[in-house]
């Protein structure tokens, strides 16, 4: 199965790579539903391909807001500059969007997105005879259906599920809530994540609001826990599912790192499931409890959640280069002498590795005491022959 990432700039899409994404999804600066992700010109779409494709990697563009009559002004032209950047497909959830790429673009590749609402084998079959090349299914499907889709397709179409990342609220992502109480349409890219915020309820006939309990930070009653399928990519396997997709462009390159290192490793341990070592590593990254979903059939929906998410471990600083036992390190966050740092690598044989920051030094040679000033560059001794890009982390 292909691993696929998640890349809301282009050091994420670095990131996504590094640690064993197959593919990577990303937005150009129009036309996407993540508007306040750094997103990609097309000179960077372009460059993105061409370092994905010297490493056989793919790269997929998103271009899947809701769109209205308007929304097709500059769109050939949009589309024109991507086929001519080599993009291996774009994600699509309107219909009258693929309607118009497959007339006037028919070799490029569409994958038609989640918020297209796909919940039936019919509604995939008719996608399919529009000439798609693969189908990202609704999130509210379980395992079983997702099969019977499969099955009805017979290979002819690929299909891709979401298998960890943030669950939205509403069915398969569409929703009015962030328009009506800021302005900002999720459906265009805007969306502020107003199912994340605190609320109160309050009876027509009173002053005062009320506070619904739930815990002692308050109450999220839209706010839902994180997918999380790593122990179970053998069912998606079986059930014909061809990409596995973790969601986040809006996540740190941390969060990439960690969690395309965890599912390229699990994806290449198949047949034999991921064991719960698996789950302690993705909680060194900022979750909310994991859930599997809807994946094992509607009776587990207890989703809510409290809004703060939580990890074990925080990001600390990015490997630039290691020479001779001493490594030159850019800090992402407070570290002193004597701290003990955890190494993220794709490499086996570095990754968890443990050693002490000692023999601090800044860029001009000088000892000091602690790395405190944002992506400042400074040196430790390391015992382990790091590699550029490794990843620093330490216990929170």
Not at 319 to 341: H, P, W, Y
Request: aromatic letters at 10%.
């Amino acid at each position: 199965m292909e691993l696929l990432a998640p890349a809301g700039n282009f050091e994420k899409f670095l990131t996504a790579l590094n640690f064993g994404a197959d593919a990577v999804y990303l937005a150009g600066q129009e036309f996407g539903l993540r508007a306040f992700a750094g997103n990609f010109s097309i000179e960077e779409i372009k460059k993105a391909c061409e370092i994905a494709h010297s490493k056989n990697k793919k790269v997929y563009v998103t271009v899947n807001i809701i769109a209205k009559d308007e929304d097709f002004i500059g769109l050939y032209d949009y589309i024109l500059s991507l086929t001519e950047a080599k993009v291996d497909a774009v994600i699509v959830s309107d219909v009258g969007i693929i309607n118009f790429i497959r007339n006037n673009f028919p070799s490029l590749d569409v994958h038609v997105s989640t918020q297209a609402n796909i919940t039936n084998a019919q509604s995939a079959k008719f996608f399919a005879d529009m000439g798609v090349k693969r189908l990202i299914l609704a999130r509210e499907l379980n395992i079983q259906q997702i099969s019977n889709i499969s099955k009805l397709l017979k290979g002819k179409v690929e299909i891709e599920c979401f298998v960890h990342g943030a669950m939205c609220i509403s069915y398969s992502g569409r929703c009015l809530l962030s328009n009506y109480l800021a302005g900002r349409d999720a459906n265009h890219g805007e969306c502020v994540q107003a199912c994340r915020w605190k609320y109160f309820i309050r009876e027509v006939n009173r002053d005062e609001e009320i506070e619904v309990q739930e815990d002692e930070k308050g109450t999220y009653f839209m706010n839902s826990k994180d997918l999380c399928m790593i122990k179970h990519l053998k069912e998606l396997q079986e059930a014909g599912v061809s990409s596995l997709k973790i969601e986040g462009r809006m996540k740190s390159s941390y969060y990439v790192a960690c969690v395309t290192n965890a599912y390229r490793k699990a994806i290449d341990l198949l047949p034999k499931q991921a064991g719960e070592e698996f789950i302690v590593e993705l909680e060194k990254t900022s979750h909310r409890r994991f859930t599997t979903g809807f994946y094992f059939g509607d009776n587990n929906t207890e989703f809510r959640e409290s809004s703060m998410p939580v990890q074990t471990y925080e990001f600390v600083g990015v490997v630039k280069s290691c020479v001779d036992g001493m490594a030159t390190i850019e800090q992402r966050n407070f570290l002193q002498e004597g701290d003990e740092v955890e190494v993220l690598s794709p490499d086996p044989s570095l990754f968890n590795k443990t050693f002490k920051i000692s023999n601090m030094r800044n860029i001009d040679g000088e000892k000091i005491e602690k790395a405190n000033v944002a992506q400042m560059l400074f040196t430790s001794l390391c015992p382990f022959n790091l590699n550029e890009n490794d990843i620093l982390r330490k216990k929170c």
